[in-house]
């Protein structure tokens, strides 16, 4: 320690001049270099943080990309500060369809274009002074590291999880490539935003779906405490439910009538059976092309089939879109519940590729199907409806007496001109209900209301509007026939045209009179009433078409009268069908028809089959190739060079043929993190010791983009290498955090296409990277979204001024043991400040402590919780605090500095070398919050007077209410309310306020 009383002159903040030669320190000393190692005391244990690795694109880097890299960069210093080995690595996701796009554009070798796109992030990454173990750097398309994906690949086929599929699949024709389900984007491709086709074509698929239980289960798990196994935003996981899309439901076979073929249908909703009235299948159903020849409009349905060859997954799933379709003429499907016969529709709202591709159509229970029968005019048949029971009241049910049943209309009538509904009031018994009535032989539903209100109204000129929502099961006690019934009740609604009435019989004049009343008041009237609360509600609600709960059934043969969500499986086993469990989630198609990507290890022999190539002759790495264009056709540039396909068979030696498909960019980026921690092992994927040290990673930072499918890819492909013996964690990642996008200034996402992009070595040429780094981290919470400013970025600039000044304000230790500052830093320390007596600079010595320790505890809990704008304005406080003072012990503005390095670097690390110390301030010892320091020797008293805030004082720790009270009469604001007024009463609550109560 140099022990001068002030530091030596140093030069006015030149952020150009500091950071390089920091960086160039920091890179020969390999003070961020990570190793495997024990660490004695509290904190020794090992940190990894992670950054989702870049993919270098020949932009570059706009500034709203280093915002997750910044914050991985502060976690990983303090951790590192704070005694723990830290592995904080970074590399580069290379491979993909961009880069082979912009070789092909250039005539350039996608390698070349890479190498050069790498160097350019490397170099701008370094000049932001991020603290990266670059000796760890790994890159997708190097041979070394892509020999290890192909290795986990042939694991998987090994074990059945790869497997060649010529089903349709998504095709972009720009990119001329497959694409995954998780590629498509509303019928769009994620990456290009073509509208995606569906195209047969042979491609390798990894079931995906054989972990869907564990990927959606570990969501929810715990490490064994109550600990939840991933710490990760609750948004997140959802998504990752919705995705994965789990659901229980019968699977039901309906047999084409004179045919042994067979629809299967999958429901989640086996209770609805007996309501099915028509079958829809998609139009690229194969059974569609296979019944054609029987089918009577022929023509019809192939127009149909072309149109819809042109729409769009989004198009044709838009609930808002007019529902089309066109019956298959001449052909039936039997239902296996009931044996009826009903007729089969192809629509484009169903979809070849989800479920079975085939809908059992219950349009009394489905929105969708609801909207397409009234298009078409189907049958709409209910068989399940909500129960209303009466157990209050003189309509109370009896139970265990005999039951009426009946089917009963209840008519909503609205007036003609006005919004008000008729009700009945009833004489005898009070009641104010709706019309009601049973049906008669013969009659609909329709014709039944409308004699009811004829007859118990007399209004004559009625028109019916529709049905409220479907039937609902009433049961209750009918005193006025002494009768217990259970009623089958449909609400109908209609309008009258006038207010033209025939007279009705004077039996109806005794039980009841008609009122008119506005639906405001409805639910009041009928609020202890059972089927015309329900009816208000659908109305009020806009639910007058299909009844999606469940309920009780009815129209069900033998499971009538039962509760539909315990019937569900009886119904299934009854109609021959099976329970299973279905998934959104679709096996992970594997395949690019692409150069520029991991070629996958497998030969086609003519006699063998397929066959794995031997894990010893790995990696099998890409051919130097004069053209990267894809032929369109299905096969990758690779399939044309013949010196590089032919190969012989690895088991029988005879002719075999490379595969010419390449794996997607997703491939390299599912493991990567596991590379990270034994880069440069040519015998294993990753060292069991090691691997074992360093997982799993304590903190994923990145893009929430990727909420689904990287995170669910990764998840998987680490639950596989779990299941080998590879890793030794359920999870790979602990704790995700996403970062919220920065913004253009005109508010848009950062685009070339926009002209807003803000390039940050601009920034860092004009400002400093500590002054990017600090501004980035306090414009707003790190997970939000928020607009770029470079007007704005001069504060951060001056906050770092005003702390390289500080600098001046420290002084050496000498002296006194018995200052607080002293005590904090480990070592006797007070201020030598010319005249200053012993009491005044204890004083000072002991403000700038306090200022120091509360900054301690709020900046360590908020890097911790991802706070960094919080953390920062805790530093700015403490910095206004330190300017007011007329010197700074050194132990305190050390501390400062310290606090300040994970933020700002550069800076810190040239104040901490300019007060003598020689070992790097990013290795030094992090600080210690002390308890006893953060308690406040004064805090604000509130004054109120009768109830009202009229001012504040501060006032001492453990100051009496007497004390208080007479504070609180002096202060200036107070005694311009109480001068000459009677204080009634003064209440006092210690430590925060004093009301008086005057008259």
């Known amino acids: 320690m140099n022990r001068q009383s002030r530091p030596q002159k140093i030069a006015s903040y030149d952020p150009s001049k500091i950071e390089k030669k920091w960086q160039k320190k920091w890179a020969s000393s390999k003070v961020y270099k990570s190793q495997e190692r024990k660490v004695q005391g509290a904190n020794g244990s090992k940190y990894y943080v992670l950054d989702m690795f870049p993919y270098p694109s020949g932009e570059g880097l706009h500034v709203g990309h280093p915002k997750g890299y910044i914050a991985t960069d502060i976690v990983s210093r303090m951790h590192r500060m704070q005694g723990k080995n830290v592995l904080h690595p970074m590399g580069f996701d290379a491979f993909g369809l961009p880069a082979e796009n912009y070789a092909i554009k250039m005539k350039m070798d996608p390698a070349v274009a890479m190498k050069k796109n790498v160097a350019r992030f490397k170099k701008q990454l370094e000049i932001i002074g991020l603290d990266y173990d670059w000796s760890r750097e790994v890159n997708t398309t190097d041979p070394a590291y892509y020999k290890w994906t192909q290795w986990a690949f042939l694991q998987m086929y090994k074990k059945g999880l790869a497997y060649e599929s010529n089903e349709p699949v998504n095709w972009c024709p720009k990119d001329k490539t497959v694409l ?5 984007e509303n019928g769009l491709c994620e990456r290009c935003g073509t509208p995606v086709e569906k195209k047969p074509m042979r491609q390798w698929v990894l079931k995906i779906t054989d972990y869907a239980d564990r990927l959606l289960a570990d969501l929810d798990a715990t490490d064994g405490s109550s600990k939840p196994l991933l710490d990760w935003p609750e948004s997140i996981k959802e998504a990752q439910r919705n995705w994965i ?13 004179d045919s042994d073929k067979v629809i299967k249908v999958f429901t989640t909703r086996p209770d609805t059976l007996f309501g099915v009235t028509y079958l829809v299948l998609a139009p690229e159903h194969p059974w569609v092309k296979e019944l054609l020849p029987r089918v009577s409009n022929k023509a019809e349905v192939e127009v149909y089939i072309s149109k819809t060859q042109h729409e769009t997954e989004i198009e044709r799933t838009d609930a808002k879109r007019d529902k089309t379709g066109v019956e298959l003429k001449g052909v039936k499907a039997v239902n296996p519940a009931n044996g009826e016969e009903v007729p089969v529709w192809i629509a484009d709202y169903v979809l070849a590729d989800y479920g079975t591709g085939a809908v059992m159509a219950v349009p009394a229970h489905d929105e969708r199907d609801w909207e397409f029968a009234k298009k078409f005019g189907l049958p709409i048949r209910h068989v399940v409806v909500p129960e209303r029971k009466a157990t209050t009241t003189d309509i109370a049910f009896h139970d265990g007496e005999s039951v009426i049943k009946r089917n009963v209309i209840r008519a909503v009538v609205k007036h003609w001109s006005e919004d008000k509904y008729l009700v009945l009031n009833w004489n005898e018994h009070g009641w104010k209900t709706f019309i009601s009535g049973g049906i008669e032989d013969g009659e609909s539903f329709v014709e039944a209301a409308v004699r009811e209100i004829r007859e118990e109204t007399g209004y004559k000129n009625i028109s019916f509007i529709g049905e409220i929502g479907g039937p609902i099961r009433a049961l209750f006690y009918a005193p006025h026939k002494d009768q217990n019934r259970i009623d089958i009740q449909q609400g109908l609604l209609f309008k009258l045209k006038d207010g033209e009435q025939i007279e009705v019989s004077e039996d109806e004049h005794k039980k009841h009179t008609a009122e008119w009343l506005p639906f405001s008041k409805a639910s009041e009237i009928f609020n202890a009433t059972l089927v015309d609360q329900v009816l208000l509600a659908r109305i009020d609600n806009h639910q007058m078409g299909a009844y999606t709960d469940s309920g009780v059934l009815i129209h069900s043969g033998e499971f009538d009268d039962k509760a539909s969500s315990i019937a569900m499986k009886d119904i299934t086993a009854f109609a021959g069908g099976r329970w299973v469990t ?22 086609h022999c003519e006699k063998c089959g397929v066959v794995p190539v031997p894990e010893k002759e790995l990696p099998v790495k890409l051919p130097k190739v004069n053209s990267y264009e894809p032929t369109g056709t299905g096969e990758s540039p690779l399939a044309a060079i013949s010196k590089w396909v032919n190969v012989k068979c ?15 960019q997703w491939a390299g980026s599912c493991w990567y993190y596991l590379r990270y921690e034994d880069p440069k092992n040519k015998k294993a994927l990753v060292d069991p010791k090691k691997e074992k040290y360093w997982s799993p990673v304590d903190l994923y930072v990145g893009g929430a983009e990727h909420a689904t499918r990287h995170l669910i890819y990764a998840r998987f492909w680490h639950k596989f290498l779990k299941d080998i013996g590879v890793v030794s964690t359920i999870e790979p990642f602990t704790k995700l955090q996403s970062v919220g996008l920065i913004m253009g200034e005109d508010g848009r996402k950062m685009s070339k296409r926009f002209g807003n992009v803000v390039n940050p070595d601009d920034i860092v040429a004009r400002f400093g990277a500590d002054t990017l780094r600090v501004y980035e981290m306090f414009m707003g919470p790190f997970d939000q979204s928020i607009a770029w400013s470079t007007d704005s970025i001069v504060g951060a600039r001056r906050f770092i001024e005003r702390v390289w000044k500080l600098v001046y304000k420290a002084v050496s230790e000498y002296g006194s043991e018995g200052t607080r500052a002293g005590r904090e830093g480990g070592r006797a320390q007070a201020l030598d400040q010319q005249g200053q007596t012993a009491g005044s600079r204890e004083a000072i010595s002991d403000t700038a402590s306090r200022t120091i320790n509360k900054a301690i505890k709020k900046v360590t809990d908020d890097i911790d919780g991802l706070r960094f704008n919080t953390a920062i304005s805790a530093l700015m406080i403490a910095a206004n605090e330190l300017e007011k003072l007329e010197a700074v012990d050194r132990a305190s503005f050390e501390t400062y500095l310290k606090l300040l390095a994970p933020f700002a670097p550069h800076v810190a690390e040239e104040l901490w070398a300019a007060l003598g110390n020689k070992k790097s301030i990013h290795i030094s010892p992090w600080p210690q919050y002390d308890p006893t320091l953060a308690v406040e020797e004064e805090r604000r008293i509130i004054i109120q ?25 002096q202060a200036p ?4 309310w109480l001068d000459g007024k009677d204080i009634k009463k003064m209440i006092v609550v210690p430590g925060r306020l004093v009301n008086f109560v005057i008259g």
């Open 973 to 976: 604001e107070a005694r311009k």
């Open 582 to 603: 279905r998934y959104k989630l679709r096996d992970w198609v594997f395949s690019r028809q692409r150069y520029w990507g991991e070629p996958i290890p497998l030969v």
């Open 650 to 664: 690895p088991k029988c030696g005879g002719k075999g043929r490379r595969e010419t498909n390449t794996m997607p």
């Open 180 to 184: 995954a389900n998780e590629d498509v």
């Open 245 to 257: 899309g789990r659901s229980e439901g019968a699977e039901i076979d309906f047999k084409i009538k």
């Open 945 to 969: 007077i009768n109830g009202k805030v009229r001012g504040s004082f501060m006032a001492k720790n453990g100051a009496t209410d007497a004390e208080l009270g007479s504070a609180a009469k």
